[in-house]
């Protein structure tokens, strides 16, 4: 029998004990791969911009519109590789409550900016530079709704309305958009500005926001003042940003998300800090005897320091992997539901790698005091009392 | 029966007691007990100070005519025609002059600096019509005064000028080319209107190039039940085909979906920290009756019944969680009851409410603590009016 075995036997001594302790664990740490899970999702927009992306908007705020003429000037500043842009169309299928993120997009520039993103199969991609009224989806959105190539879909504003009076767009779906890598969200239908400008009623030849691509981040700057420099006290002044800037802003204003996870993942852990420290103190003191017994037969201090510290690690352990696979698995379960919101939502390697190291402390932590105590009993205390 | 209930009380009595004796695995119980109904009750007053600041906002007898479909405001619009059209519809009241009593208004995102985070947000700007404070309840200037139509003056909400930088009266702010004076605050009885800044329609219409269109209209009726005639001559005109809502009925779809979403985060979240609390207080409880296995094996051969162990140990589990639960709601009340915050709300803007605690909601968070005694409790009692006698009496 050696050490492990004996901290295995120790810890099942009282099985229900043990597994209250692990359900315990096990929920926190639940709740810990969860809400982490999301904050990533939230914050995820963050993370993946690209590094010599920019973003150019009204400075009046993103939701302003400003003229098309902007998109030829701002091709010529130095330091711009390549420029795109696109609008906001406020798009639904069928019924308000379908949500649809649909953009009308500058179609020959749009797919080079964002080519480290999405692809688009040469020959579709084609199709849809081709006619006019056709669109691209992104692989979720057409999996959603059942969509191919070559169907027809009417796409309904909830803000613009066709000279018409009509308040539909009917597209052809020319091309299906994938994503690059795993995080990217492919939830989005996109179509053509020009043949969105000619239709609309109201806005004509005003576009949503630019986005640029610099010839290296170095740039960023001195791109970001000569283009804002440019439209200063014209009647729709530019504030341009890199996107990962635009991103952190715009999540800023959902309310302090971060606050709220540490908040709750703070108290679950202190809860289970507790009760964890406590009821190893407890049976510890219960094995008093026993550790009494071990020393005589010449186990050292630090060996039963080991042996308890290493008890409750893997109490931690049993409870906390299961924890972070229940929270991974809600993910999964979750993501769809979730897409608009956090279409991200994963339980990633970093998180999980997080969590372990959080284990890892929380068994050292509510251990080391009774580990403590253990080590330094002394033989005739141990054997004298209970 | 009377000598029964003298049992129960007697052994409740040394179980009340004798907490003192396991007084960190008690107090570690009631702490958990307590984080888990502070968490419960943090959500649940940030959804209730968000919902009471949204829906109260709404009036039954103002109409609000919206582009069908558009749901918000900041997506509606309606043309200068379809206002004459609406100004002559059925229902609508007038004033002394024999003018009707509606507001044309324009809705616009402007960006302004929060104060607690420095960050950019998405600020409202209404251009409101002549009737535009008339139609709307309990509007006061609190500070300065109202603008001068026709000039560029803006008036800001409370609430507004709490939570974002730049707006102090006598202060100017400029959106795109134009620079606008903030000439007054107004107060609007803790509606989401304290997050707006108004302006005059006509000069907003014209400083954003948007001469011939607002966003909505808002009318007031001659009563609730006139709302059906202007839906229904609203459906009967092609020219209009709006959605007609009074303004209650917007705003409480507008509140229900934001503080939907706050409470689905937050039930399930502090159910899954419910769950690991029964774990430490079943334990708590456990240890509990080990701890007494002696004492409640010597009562029950000196001619106690089970029942009264069973009592006893219940009572101190659901002690324990009403002293929790009485904690986590003090601690919610103290740290979180009237914290202000905001977040963006169905209009893409910042909304800018207070965290509520209600009555009602602490006595959820006390009854989620009694239900986390109660299981945490009743296996432990089970095994205690269960525990045979001879057995107890060697437990050491």
């Known amino acids: 029998m050696n050490d492990f075995d004996l901290v295995r036997k120790n810890l099942f001594r009282r099985k229900l004990r043990a597994s209250l302790m692990i359900v315990s664990i096990l929920i926190a740490f639940m709740i810990f791969g969860v809400l982490a899970g999301f904050y990533r999702a939230f914050t995820a927009g963050e993370d993946r911009a690209a590094a010599d992306r920019m973003i150019t908007v009204n400075k009046i705020n993103f939701t302003q519109p400003m003229p098309i003429a902007y998109f030829n000037r701002v091709k010529t500043v130095e330091g711009v590789r390549q420029v795109t842009f696109a609008n906001w169309f406020g798009g639904y299928y069928q019924d308000p409550k379908n949500f649809i993120m649909a953009l009308a997009i500058e179609p020959n520039t749009y797919f080079d900016v964002y080519r480290s993103e999405f692809e688009v199969a040469p020959d579709q991609l084609q199709a849809f530079t081709r006619d006019r009224g056709s669109a691209v989806v992104g692989e979720k959105l057409a999996r959603k709704w059942g969509w191919k190539i070559g169907d027809r879909i009417p796409l309904n504003s909830n803000i613009f309305s066709q000279k018409s009076g009509g308040h539909t767009w009917d597209l052809t779906i020319a091309g299906i958009v994938k994503g690059k890598a795993e995080h990217v969200d492919t939830n989005f239908m996109l179509f053509q500005y020009p043949y969105f400008d000619e239709t609309r009623s109201f806005g004509k030849d005003t576009i949503g926001w630019m986005i640029l691509q610099t010839t290296s981040p170095e740039n960023n700057d001195r791109v970001a003042k000569a283009i804002d420099a440019m439209f200063a006290n014209s009647t729709a002044e530019t504030s341009t940003d890199t996107e990962k800037a635009f991103g952190k802003a715009f999540a800023a204003q959902f309310g302090n998300i971060a606050l709220i996870v540490l908040l709750v993942v703070g108290a679950a852990f202190v809860t289970i800090l507790m009760i964890v420290g406590n009821t190893m103190a407890l049976s510890i003191r219960e094995r008093t005897r026993e550790i009494g017994v071990l020393k005589t037969l010449g186990f050292s201090g630090p060996r039963i320091l080991t042996m308890v510290l290493g008890e409750s690690v893997l109490l931690a352990l049993l409870g906390g992997i299961p924890g972070l696979v229940i929270a991974a698995l809600i993910a999964v379960a979750l993501r769809n539901s979730l897409a608009n919101v956090a279409p991200a939502f994963a339980v990633s390697p970093t998180i999980a790698l997080q969590g372990l190291a959080l284990m890892i402390a929380l068994g050292l932590i509510t251990g080391i005091i009774p580990a403590l105590n253990a080590m330094r009993l002394k033989i005739a205390t141990a054997l004298g009392r209970g | ?396």
């Open chain 2, 1 to 396: 029966m009377r000598s029964l209930w003298l049992q129960v009380a007697a052994v409740t009595a040394i179980n009340l007691k004798s907490i003192g004796q396991r007084r960190w695995l008690s107090l570690s119980t009631v702490i958990a007990i307590a984080l888990v109904v502070i968490v419960l009750l943090a959500f649940l007053a940030m959804a209730n100070g968000f919902q009471r600041t949204i829906a109260g906002s709404g009036a039954d007898d103002i109409a609000i005519v919206l582009r069908a479909g558009s749901q918000a405001e900041i997506n509606s619009t309606v043309s200068r025609d379809q206002v004459r059209l609406i100004e002559d519809g059925p229902g609508i009241a007038r004033g002394g002059d024999g003018k009707p009593l509606i507001s044309p208004e324009l809705y616009l995102v402007v960006d302004g600096i929060k104060r607690s985070t420095r960050t950019k947000a998405n600020l409202p700007l209404r251009g409101i019509g002549e009737q535009g404070t008339a139609l709307r309840k309990d509007i006061t200037i609190t500070a300065g005064r109202m603008f001068n139509r026709g000039s560029n003056e803006v008036v800001v909400g409370k609430a507004l000028l709490r939570e974002f930088e730049g707006f102090d009266i006598g202060s100017t702010v400029s959106f795109g080319a134009t620079r606008w004076n903030v000439v007054g605050v107004f107060e609007a009885g803790g509606s989401v209107f304290e997050s707006e800044i108004w302006a005059d329609l006509n000069v907003v219409q014209s400083l954003f190039n948007r001469n011939n269109v607002v966003q909505t209209v808002r009318a007031r009726l001659t009563g609730p039940a006139a709302l059906n005639e202007l839906k229904s001559y609203s459906d009967n005109d092609p020219r209009l085909k709006l959605d007609v809502k009074s303004e209650a009925a917007y705003f409480a779809e507008q509140a229900s979906q934001t503080s939907d979403l706050i409470q689905k985060l937050g039930w399930p979240l502090a159910i899954a920290m419910a769950l690991g609390a029964v774990a430490g207080a079943l334990n708590t409880m456990y240890s509990s009756v080990a701890a007494r296995a002696t004492e409640i094996a010597t009562l029950r051969a000196i001619g106690f019944g089970g029942f009264p162990a069973f009592v006893g140990t219940l009572a101190e589990s659901l002690l324990l969680a009403v002293i929790g639960g009485v904690l986590g709601a003090a601690a919610t009340y103290l740290i979180f009851d009237g914290v202000t915050a905001s977040t963006l709300g169905g209009n893409f803007t910042q909304v800018v409410f207070d965290f509520k605690l209600s009555p009602w909601l602490i006595a959820e968070g006390v009854a989620l603590a009694l239900i986390v005694g109660l299981i945490g409790g009743l296996f432990p009692a089970l095994r205690a009016a269960r525990l045979p006698i001879v057995e107890g009496l060697y437990a050491h």
